[in-house]
């Protein structure tokens, strides 16, 4: 019996008639015209250049990396150019707080010439990049940027470039003491302090913070937001001309000995643009917006309302073997198997035992709140988080079942469970002010009513016995349900491949991009849209967070956290069975897999994914013993 469920129609085994197995037999081709998914970064033009600027420690190398890997993963080109890694290739890695001292004039020049150097990189990379007629992408200049003087350099700069680049001062200010000494601590492992003692590089380190604090001048939006085009502001302008003299003088060129007709060809698009800034107080707690317009920073501000500092573990892992899975069947919605229920519970026991482990413990030694559950809504997702989910009285119960179906009743009477869920993402009080209009974040805030009314939350006791653990909370999204496959859905891979051989190339060709035919059917880059806004729920989260997820959404997850995977790549990433933990680092996130050997995983994933053991696997099924739905009822999905 096939049921229609989200416009698709599943099954555990689909329905056998003679005149289908002839169908395949004589390997007759239905399907239409592949389509395919357009990234808009390539069609819509915005160049933008981040100048972050703050004291060392406030987490700029941190949010510089997060925006790359943000921007990166939903298609628009973006790169890191940091100064500190410049002076590292040169030399100067490992020197000493004096360094850095502003009337060391010696090394000041140094500072600044590589700092120069680092920025005429970065816009030399957004060029090369776009065209003039159409492109986004997006630089980040990662350095300190602590005077007014390095800023008007910035600006002077970028007044030249043409076709224009939008600039950004990105500000993080940090007076949070406990946060300053974790970003110290976490600092120590950088390549200036390999080898030295943890106590003389923490004192060293802390110099070197005192010497930029003597100097340091915070953003002044009258100053550095005005126009490219207008003049120094009087006020300033001895000491800007005076670092453009010296400048003159270490042969550094700038606007002036450029040439008048270079800066004139220029200037006209640079007055369109003007210069805005953002200040992001307390690794997030407060921001404070000044003139940020345009489409790349729209996306950029969706980030930003989400991202913060605090130390947390997220675990990823496919859901367990189906039903579906033993007959070769790809997608429908059956339920797990007896190893898919076995994997569960080893699942359950790993993140247990990781939340008992002495690492986890904050400052005083008290271990972390049960981390919450992020699932689908499909019946593998829902079963994997009552596993996840249940008490030790609880769990033999469950397991004896083979299908275990949670109460769906959404909502109601659930608002204890909703107000701790709020708690789990909100952590401190956000404070948002815009100093000048600008454009909201595209994606709508993390844990909206809208996201939380297709939500099915499990009943949890606000107040567990005494004894006891507090229970999890589950959250069931529909965003987090496996890409759709459309009409094919519920097929097996002989059957995509005869029955619709055309759609089978082309996904192969381009998996990235194909869309699957019929109602529903999704690309990749439809499901990375898709995942966009709860991956920003999952960047505020304060707790820890399980993923329980089929192949495809595991495969998105770790391409944005992991960093550093092309988005071609993203569909051929190797998932295997385990358990995938990240951890938050100075840097980004630290990932460690973890192997689960008990019970078995899903092993469903699309054509064209080129893991030979997956295609062994299904071309071991006979068309002749599974067959396809019939035509008529494939007609219905049309």
Same mark, same amino acid.
């Given at each position: 019996?096939?049921?229609?469920?989200?416009?698709?129609?599943?099954?555990?085994?689909?329905?056998?008639?003679?005149?289908?197995?002839?169908?395949?037999?004589?390997?007759?081709?239905?399907?239409?015209?592949?389509?395919?998914?357009?990234?808009?970064?390539?069609?819509?033009?915005?160049?933008?250049?981040?100048?972050?600027?703050?004291?060392?420690?406030?987490?700029?190398?941190?949010?510089?990396?997060?925006?790359?890997?943000?921007?990166?993963?939903?298609?628009?080109?973006?790169?890191?150019?940091?100064?500190?890694?410049?002076?590292?290739?040169?030399?100067?890695?490992?020197?000493?707080?004096?360094?850095?001292?502003?009337?060391?004039?010696?090394?000041?020049?140094?500072?600044?010439?590589?700092?120069?150097?680092?920025?005429?990189?970065?816009?030399?990379?957004?060029?090369?990049?776009?065209?003039?007629?159409?492109?986004?992408?997006?630089?980040?200049?990662?350095?300190?940027?602590?005077?007014?003087?390095?800023?008007?350099?910035?600006?002077?700069?970028?007044?030249?470039?043409?076709?224009?680049?939008?600039?950004?001062?990105?500000?993080?200010?940090?007076?949070?003491?406990?946060?300053?000494?974790?970003?110290?601590?976490?600092?120590?492992?950088?390549?200036?302090?390999?080898?030295?003692?943890?106590?003389?590089?923490?004192?060293?380190?802390?110099?070197?913070?005192?010497?930029?604090?003597?100097?340091?001048?915070?953003?002044?939006?009258?100053?550095?937001?005005?126009?490219?085009?207008?003049?120094?502001?009087?006020?300033?302008?001895?000491?800007?001309?005076?670092?453009?003299?010296?400048?003159?003088?270490?042969?550094?060129?700038?606007?002036?000995?450029?040439?008048?007709?270079?800066?004139?060809?220029?200037?006209?698009?640079?007055?369109?643009?003007?210069?805005?800034?953002?200040?992001?107080?307390?690794?997030?707690?407060?921001?404070?917006?000044?003139?940020?317009?345009?489409?790349?920073?729209?996306?950029?501000?969706?980030?930003?309302?989400?991202?913060?500092?605090?130390?947390?573990?997220?675990?990823?892992?496919?859901?367990?073997?189906?039903?579906?899975?033993?007959?070769?069947?790809?997608?429908?919605?059956?339920?797990?198997?007896?190893?898919?229920?076995?994997?569960?519970?080893?699942?359950?026991?790993?993140?247990?035992?990781?939340?008992?482990?002495?690492?986890?413990?904050?400052?005083?030694?008290?271990?972390?709140?049960?981390?919450?559950?992020?699932?689908?809504?499909?019946?593998?997702?829902?079963?994997?988080?009552?596993?996840?989910?249940?008490?030790?009285?609880?769990?033999?119960?469950?397991?004896?079942?083979?299908?275990?179906?949670?109460?769906?009743?959404?909502?109601?009477?659930?608002?204890?469970?909703?107000?701790?869920?709020?708690?789990?993402?909100?952590?401190?009080?956000?404070?948002?002010?815009?100093?000048?209009p600008s454009s909201p974040p595209r994606s709508p805030p993390p844990?909206?009513?809208?996201?939380?009314?297709?939500?099915?939350?499990?009943?949890?006791?606000?107040?567990?016995?005494?004894?006891?653990?507090?229970?999890?909370?589950?959250?069931?999204?529909?965003?987090?349900?496996?890409?759709?496959?459309?009409?094919?859905?519920?097929?097996?891979?002989?059957?995509? &491949?005869? !029955?619709?051989?055309?759609?089978?190339?082309?996904? @192969?060709?381009? +998996? %990235?991009? *194909?869309?699957?035919? #019929? $109602? =529903?059917?999704?690309?990749?880059?439809?499901?990375?849209?898709?995942?966009?806004?709860?991956?920003?729920?999952?960047?505020?989260?304060?707790?820890?967070?399980?993923?329980?997820?089929?192949?495809?959404?595991? &495969?998105? !997850?770790?391409?944005?956290?992991?960093?550093?995977? @092309?988005?071609? +790549? %993203?569909? *051929?990433?190797?998932? #295997? $069975? =385990?358990?995938?933990?990240?951890?938050?680092?100075?840097?980004?996130?630290?990932?460690?897999?973890?192997?689960?050997?008990?019970?078995?995983?899903?092993?469903?994933?699309?054509?064209?994914?080129?893991?030979?053991?997956e295609l062994q696997w299904s071309n071991r099924l006979s068309s002749?013993?599974?067959?396809?739905?019939?035509?008529?009822?494939?007609?219905?999905?049309?």
């Amino acid at each position: 019996m096939l049921r229609k469920s989200s416009n698709t129609y599943h099954s555990g085994i689909n329905p056998a008639t003679e005149e289908l197995r002839s169908v395949v037999a004589r390997n007759v081709s239905i399907g239409v015209e592949p389509t395919y998914t357009t990234n808009s970064h390539t069609v819509l033009t915005d160049r933008v250049l981040i100048a972050m600027v703050g004291l060392p420690a406030r987490g700029k190398s941190y949010i510089s990396k997060a925006i790359v890997r943000y921007l990166q993963f939903i298609g628009c080109p973006a790169r890191l150019f940091n100064a500190g890694n410049k002076r590292r290739q040169e030399g100067a890695s490992g020197v000493g707080a004096g360094f850095f001292d502003a009337s060391n004039m010696d090394a000041k020049a140094q500072r600044e010439r590589m700092a120069m150097d680092t920025l005429d990189e970065a816009l030399e990379w957004i060029r090369g990049v776009t065209s003039p007629e159409a492109g986004c992408a997006c630089g980040i200049f990662d350095a300190t940027n602590t005077t007014i003087a390095r800023r008007e350099k910035v600006r002077q700069r970028l007044r030249r470039e043409h076709p224009p680049v939008r600039l950004i001062f990105l500000e993080l200010v940090c007076r949070d003491d406990a946060i300053l000494q974790d970003n110290y601590r976490m600092k120590l492992s950088n390549d200036d302090y390999k080898g030295t003692d943890p106590e003389a590089a923490l004192r060293d380190f802390q110099e070197r913070v005192r010497q930029y604090e003597r100097v340091y001048e915070p953003v002044d939006d009258a100053v550095d937001c005005r126009p490219l085009t207008e003049a120094p502001a009087e006020a300033k302008a001895a000491g800007v001309a005076a670092d453009v003299e010296a400048d003159v003088e270490a042969g550094v060129e700038t606007g002036v000995e450029a040439g008048v007709e270079a800066v004139a060809g220029a200037a006209a698009g640079a007055a369109a643009l003007l210069p805005g800034c953002i200040q992001m107080i307390d690794a997030g707690r407060k921001l404070i917006v000044t003139q940020c317009e345009g489409f790349v920073v729209n996306e950029l501000l969706s980030l930003l309302h989400s991202i913060h500092l605090g130390r947390r573990c997220i675990w990823i892992t496919l859901v367990g073997e189906t039903s579906n899975d033993l007959q070769g069947v790809l997608g429908g919605d059956s339920s797990l198997s007896t190893d898919g229920l076995e994997y569960a519970r080893a699942v359950r026991e790993h993140v247990l035992a990781r939340e008992r482990s002495d690492d986890l413990r904050d400052a005083a030694g008290q271990p972390p709140a049960p981390a919450m559950v992020l699932t689908g809504t499909l019946r593998r997702n829902v079963q994997m988080a009552e596993v996840i989910c249940a008490d030790e009285d609880e769990l033999p119960f469950i397991l004896r079942q083979k299908t275990s179906p949670l109460s769906r009743s959404g909502l109601g009477g659930s608002r204890e469970g909703l107000d701790r869920f709020g708690d789990h993402f909100r952590g401190p009080e956000r404070d948002t002010s815009t100093a000048s209009p600008s454009s909201p974040p595209r994606s709508p805030p993390p844990a909206s009513d809208a996201q939380l009314a297709a939500a099915s939350v499990v009943p949890s006791a606000t107040a567990p016995p005494a004894g006891r653990r507090r229970r999890r909370i589950s959250l069931q999204l529909h965003r987090l349900n496996e890409l759709c496959a459309g009409k094919l859905d519920s097929l097996t891979y002989e059957q995509m &491949r005869q !029955l619709y051989a055309a759609e089978y190339q082309a996904r @192969e060709t381009d +998996k %990235l991009n *194909y869309r699957y035919p #019929g $109602p =529903g059917g999704e690309s990749y880059m439809d499901l990375i849209l898709r995942l966009e806004s709860i991956i920003l729920s999952i960047e505020q989260t304060r707790g820890n967070v399980i993923i329980p997820c089929d192949r495809a959404v595991c &495969r998105v !997850l770790l391409c944005y956290f992991s960093g550093g995977v @092309e988005l071609h +790549k %993203l569909p *051929y990433l190797e998932v #295997g $069975p =385990g358990v995938i933990e990240l951890r938050r680092s100075h840097s980004g996130f630290s990932t460690m897999h973890t192997p689960i050997s008990s019970g078995r995983t899903t092993r469903a994933a699309g054509p064209g994914t080129g893991g030979a053991a997956e295609l062994q696997w299904s071309n071991r099924l006979s068309s002749s013993s599974i067959p396809v739905p019939p035509p008529s009822l494939r007609t219905l999905n049309e």
